[in-house]
C-alpha cells in the first residue's frame, strides 16, 4: 500500500463525499421480486443515460481503489462484518439480494440502475432500512407522462429531491458522532429554501434521448446527467470556491495581505464528506530574489474515545466519538484571512492567493516483485 495525495491548484474548490459506505447495520428488504436486472440490459434501451453513468463514481464504487484499500482494511478489523455496513453504499444491491460475498454481476455493478430507480422512499429515521423498495418491478423516475413495454414506470418526486442522496451521503454512527453530513449541510444552507437540490448541481439536464430513437421516441429531449460530477472532477470543484486578494496594507518593515474565501456554488460544507480532505489557502509573496508563502487549511477532525485523532479512513466510522475541530466553509459563506509578511527589500513584490483541494489516502498499487533465484557465470575466451 503507498500513500498518496491528490491536489489540486484551483481558485475555486468544492468536495462532495466520494462514498464511503456507513457503518451501521442495514437489514436486507424482503423482495418478492422476479428478476433483479443488470445495467447492461438497461443499456439496450438507455444507450446515453447507461454511457453517462458507466463513467460515473456510481459505477466505480465497488471498484474504485481507495474505497478498496479501506474496505480490506475495515473487513481485517471487524472479522469480516464490514462487509454487512460498507457494502450498503458501495454494492448496494446486497440489500436486496444479500449477496455479501460479491458473486452475482448485478452485485458488482455498483450503484446500479435498478437499485435507484427501484427505490420508493428513503426514510433517514429507520436507520436500521432506509431504503423501501417496489416489488413489483415498477421503475421509477423523475419523468411523469411515460410508459414503457419493457417494465412498469412511476414518476417520483423523491428523484427530484435531495433525500434520493441522503441514504448514503448522511450518516452518524452508533456513539452519536455525525461521520457524513453532506446532506444536512446542504439542509441546514440557503438552498433548500430557493428550491435547489442536490441534482440541480450533481446531476442537470443535458441534451439527450431517454430512450433509443430507433426504439421508441419518448419526447424527452434532455436526460440528466448521470456522470454525477462531484469531488473527483476539477470542473466541477473549480465552480464552487472564490478566492480575492482585497487589500494589501503595507508599513516601512510589514506587508498584510488581507485575502477572502468564499463558498460561491457548493450546496454543501467545502470540504464536505470524509474529514481527511482538505481545503489550503495559500499566499505567495514573491520577488525576484525572495519568496514567502504562508497558508491556512480548512477541514475537519475526529478524535477516538481516547481523544486521539482519527487518522486512518477505515477507522472513522467505527471509532470516532466526538468532532473535535471543524473550520470548513459553509454555504454562501465568505472567510477573511489576515496574513503577515516580512516586508521584501527588493521593491517588485507580486502577491497571489490560491485554494488547494488536498486529499491524502491509502491505496493498493500493484508492485513487481523480482528475486533472483539461482545465478551462474562462466568466461568465455577465444
Partial sequence: MAKKSVLFSLSMTALIALPFASLMDFKAVDMETPFMT??????????????SWKNSMHAMSLDDPIFKSSYMQSYLNTKGDAKFNCLKCHAPMTLINNDYDLEMETTREGVTCYFCHSLKEVNLADRQAPFKFE?????????????????????????????????????????????????SEWKEGPYPAEG????????????????????????????????????????????????????????????EVNVSVTNIGSGHKVPTG??????????????????????????????????????????VFMLAVKNSFDNRIGPRETRREIFPFVKPKNKKVTVSARVEYLYETTILNPVEMRVIMAEDSKIVSK
Fill in 38 to 51: 443488470s445495467s447492461q440490459e438497461c443499456k439496450e434501451c438507455h444507450a446515453e443515460i447507461y454511457k
Fill in 135 to 183: 416489488k413489483k418491478g415498477i421503475k421509477r423516475a423523475s419523468l411523469s407522462n411515460v410508459s414503457s413495454t419493457a417494465h412498469g414506470t412511476e414518476a417520483s418526486a423523491l428523484f427530484k429531491s435531495s433525500e434520493l442522496c441522503a441514504g448514503c451521503h448522511e450518516y452518524t454512527n452508533d456513539k452519536g458522532t455525525k461521520i457524513l453530513g453532506t446532506y
Fill in 196 to 255: 435547489k437540490q442536490c441534482q440541480d448541481c450533481h446531476m442537470p439536464l443535458v441534451a439527450g434521448n431517454v430512450v433509443k430513437s430507433k426504439i421508441e421516441s419518448s419526447g424527452q429531449k434532455q436526460i440528466n446527467l448521470h456522470a454525477i460530477s462531484a469531488g473527483h472532477s476539477v470542473e466541477q470543484l473549480q465552480k464552487a470556491v472564490k478566492v480575492e486578494i482585497e487589500e494589501i496594507v503595507q508599513s516601512e518593515d510589514f506587508l
Fill in 274 to 315: 470524509i474529514p481527511k480532505r482538505k481545503l489550503v489557502l495559500i499566499v505567495d509573496v514573491k520577488t525576484p530574489n525572495e519568496y514567502l508563502s504562508q497558508h491556512k487549511e480548512y477541514t475537519r477532525m475526529l478524535e477516538d474515545e481516547k481523544g486521539n485523532k482519527i487518522e486512518k479512513e477505515c477507522e
